[in-house]
């Protein structure tokens, strides 16, 4: 349950263009379709228009900009493509509620009173916690200098080269799933990687024994290598026996993996589940029962 084909191929040509001038002729064929056809998908699976999250992208970028560099404002502006600083500032207030100069020393002021508790500690993330068979191999904070939007964005990496397929670890958390019963639920997120053996995003659902019930990790499109920003789902059922939900994002081996944007949302029996404890595959009779079958 990832976005359509279609939706995927451009967001990631507008991640490759984002300091450039964006072609709108161009997305169609890109991505396949008609310029109607495309928008229509795209704002029907997104909630945004194109020319939104364009928008959305570029002032992220900005934010990262005014803490990170010493570029001024209408450089800024100009290298996002914005057409004046007046657009430009106008634009980021929306979003961020502040100007873009008050914006950044505002929160300069704030990271430079900050630095040092973030480098005493591991950074402890309200909400979530890290987990998995090796967390002693890995590392989970936040980042704010590498984000989809907002401010920061969640981020898991081994902290060796050798991290083996055999050990993984994972930013999690879980909720109680009372207010969920009966129902499916839809978790989303974006993702973005660095040399990734192999991460996903995942979600579980345990009943009041801890057996777990409902499960999806991707295994089956599980995200390797270096990508960037994509939109990624998972869909289950919330069975009437259920206790608890699980969810977050999952790193196998080495590499690094950001999250962003998490979702979490209803959704009716059109949208289909991608539980993996479905038992669909069984023969109606059982077969080589002497193992004399070759």
Same mark, same amino acid.
């Given at each position: 349950m990832e976005y359509s084909q279609a939706t995927q191929r451009t967001i990631a040509y507008i991640e490759e263009q984002l300091l450039e001038e964006i072609s709108f002729d161009c997305l169609p064929s890109n991505a396949g379709y008609s310029k109607y056809h495309l928008s229509r998908i795209f704002k029907q699976e997104t909630g945004l228009t194109i020319g939104e999250y364009i928008r959305i992208r570029r002032l992220a970028m900005a934010a990262s900009y005014l803490l990170y560099s010493n570029a001024s404002i209408i450089t800024i502006a100009v290298t996002l493509q914005f057409q004046s600083q007046e657009a430009f500032t106008r634009a980021f207030k929306e979003v961020y509620a502040l100007p873009p100069g008050k914006y950044r020393k505002l929160m300069q002021s704030l990271n430079m009173m900050e630095e040092e508790q973030f480098m005493e500690s591991s950074e402890q993330v309200k909400g979530w916690m890290l987990s998995g068979a090796n967390p002693e191999l890995y590392q989970f904070h936040t980042d704010d200098q590498v984000f989809h939007s907002g401010k920061r964005s969640g981020v898991l990496y081994s902290t060796t080269?050798?991290?083996?397929?055999?050990?993984?670890?994972?930013?999690?958390?879980?909720?109680?799933?009372?207010?969920?019963?009966?129902?499916?639920?839809? &978790?989303?997120?974006?993702?973005?990687?660095?040399?990734?053996?192999?991460?996903?995003?995942? &979600?579980? /659902?345990?009943?009041? &024994?801890?057996?777990? /019930?409902?499960?999806?990790?991707?295994?089956?499109?599980?995200?390797?290598?270096?990508?960037?920003?994509?939109?990624?789902?998972?869909?289950?059922?919330?069975?009437?026996?259920?206790?608890s939900i699980y969810f977050g994002v999952l790193l196998i081996g080495s590499g690094k993996v950001w999250a962003d944007g998490f979702r979490l949302e209803e959704v009716d029996d059109k949208v289909p589940s991608t539980n993996m404890l479905t038992q669909t595959s069984l023969p109606k009779h059982p077969a080589n029962l002497d193992f004399q079958m070759e």
């Open positions: 080269a050798n991290a083996n397929n055999g050990q993984f670890a994972t930013m999690m958390q879980g909720f109680l799933a009372a207010g969920y019963k009966g129902k499916r639920l839809k &978790m989303s997120c974006y993702l973005k990687t660095e040399e990734a053996a192999k991460c996903g995003a995942w &979600m579980r /659902i345990d009943n009041s &024994m801890g057996d777990t /019930i409902q499960f999806d990790n991707m295994d089956q499109r599980a995200i390797t290598g270096t990508s960037d920003w994509n939109h990624y789902s998972i869909v289950l059922d919330v069975p009437e026996e259920s206790d």
